[in-house]
T-cell receptor, first 112, second 113 residues
């Protein structure tokens, strides 16, 4: 069974600092990995999707890397802003059946 | 991008009653929808996969007679929590997939008194 772990569970930084969020998974036989953002009491917004054959994806201030062999992914958020405050979830799928295994998330607070 | 809606956004009910939650894909057809449950401070756990026109596939440990799923059309899946109890109180989120991407609904907060 795939286990997804996110460290740290919570993170508080001053505005302008770069954020580094970590995700690890136990089974390296993944189809793809996604990073999501979840605001309190809300659904999920997809941020980045990395296919198993890719090493990284970038979108604006966000960059996600994938090291499938070591079972790790890192989400970098550059020049953090208070609006980045949210919970960030990492999820992996084992095949193209779209079933996702989620980590528990990292709750980020960016202080103005 | 594609939009998935859920109704209701929140519901409070008495113990023993049944609650129906709807998940709709608004601008695309979804042959497959997923239902997740999220307890406070915990991750999303997949409950079941809902396939249009066929029976849902439930994950291990999820009672199919308690969580009834119906996928009547390519744009609508419903989850009915039967004889709800306080331990069923949770945040229920659905997702729908087109050929490439999975889109998530805004979630339904269920509180059972």
């Amino acid at each position: 069974k795939q286990e997804v772990t996110q460290i740290p569970a919570a993170l508080s930084v001053p505005e302008g600092e770069n954020l580094v969020l970590n995700c690890s998974f136990t089974d390296s036989a993944i189809y793809n990995l996604q990073w999501f953002r979840q605001d309190p009491g809300k659904g999920l917004t997809s941020l980045l999707l990395i296919q198993s054959s890719q090493r990284e994806q970038t979108s604006g201030r966000l960059n996600a890397s994938l090291d499938k062999s070591s079972g790790r992914s890192t989400l970098y958020i550059a020049a953090s802003q208070p609006g980045d405050s949210a919970t960030y979830l990492c999820a992996v799928s084992r095949s193209n059946d779209y079933k996702l295994s989620f980590g528990a998330g990292t709750t980020v607070t960016v202080r103005a | 991008g594609a939009v998935v809606s859920q109704h209701p956004s929140w519901v409070i009910c008495k113990s023993g009653t049944s609650v129906k939650i709807e998940c709709r894909s608004l601008d695309f057809q979804a042959t497959t929808m997923f239902w997740y449950r999220q307890f406070p401070k915990q991750s999303l756990m997949l409950m079941a996969t809902s396939n249009e026109g066929s029976k849902a596939t439930y994950e291990q440990g999820v009672e199919k007679d308690k969580f009834l799923i119906n996928h009547a059309s390519l744009t609508l899946s419903t989850l009915t929590v039967t004889s709800a109890h306080p331990e069923d109180s949770s945040f229920y989120i659905c997702s729908a997939s087109d050929q490439d991407t999975q889109y998530f609904g805004p979630g339904t907060r269920l509180t059972v008194l």
